[in-house]
């Protein structure tokens, strides 16, 4: 079944150390996000790759990075950790970018920044 | 600044009961409204989506309306089950962008 898959699905790392998480997509969708949601609060978008094109949230802190090597792949780079980061992170795809368009997610990474 | 509530952030009902879950948002230029069901350990699934236009979609036991003008939107649950217990998100486009805002979500748990 065409899906999103993120990896991995825990994720414990300490204050201060750099994780990548991952999500692949075999849609072949041209939108790939990645959302932030701490625990009991809403889904926060982080950004958004519409192809090769990044678009940062202008709240989203320098310490998140993302690239997308290809239109399978995304990641999501934490360079430095803090204890606020703890949260689970959710990658959905689009196939455009539209308003109308449906969004499909993954079932999330738990990140613990102990 | 668009902001979406949801109350209550809790629901705990007796198997067999209707219930209603709340949505609350600030802008009311939108362009849709979503309703999203999410089960630990797995993604968001889309429920319904209601059109700024539209007043109400139905699927099976479940039907959300939209009043726009008044920044409201309600989920009906028809005849609750164990397996509704999940948590509800409900999330709107602005017409001015084409990003989700979420609420925060209402947990439910319908106990046998």
């Known amino acids: 079944d065409a899906m999103v898959i993120q990896n991995p699905r825990y994720q414990v790392t300490q204050f201060g150390k750099p994780v990548t998480l991952s999500c692949s997509q075999t849609?072949?969708?041209?939108?790939m996000y990645w959302y932030q949601q701490k625990s009991s609060q809403a889904p926060k978008l982080l950004f958004h790759y519409y192809d090769k094109d990044f678009n940062n949230e202008a709240d989203t802190p320098d310490n998140f990075q993302s690239r997308r090597p290809n239109t399978s792949f995304c990641f999501l780079d934490i360079r430095s950790p803090g204890l606020g980061d703890t949260a689970k992170y959710l990658c959905?795809?689009?196939?455009?970018?539209?308003?109308?368009?449906?969004?499909?997610f993954g079932p999330g990474t738990r990140l613990l920044v102990l | 600044k668009q902001e979406v509530t949801q109350i209550p952030a809790a629901l705990s009902v007796p198997e067999g009961e209707n219930l209603v879950l709340n949505c609350s948002f600030t802008?009311?230029?939108?362009?849709?409204l979503q309703w999203f069901r999410q089960d630990p350990g797995k993604g968001l699934t889309s429920l319904l989506l209601i059109q700024s236009s539209q007043r109400e979609q139905t699927s099976g036991r479940l039907n959300a309306s939209l009043d726009k003008s008044s920044g409201r939107s309600t989920l009906y649950i028809a005849a609750s089950q164990p397996g509704d217990s999940a948590t509800y998100l409900c999330?709107?486009?602005?017409?001015?962008?084409?990003?989700?805002?979420f609420g925060g979500g209402t947990r439910l748990m319908v106990k046998p």
């Open positions: 802008d009311s230029a939108i362009y849709n």
């Open positions: 999330a709107v486009i602005n017409n001015a962008g084409n990003m989700l805002t």
């Open positions: 959905a795809t689009s196939r455009w970018a539209d308003r109308g368009e449906t969004q499909y």
């Open positions: 849609l072949n969708h041209n939108v």
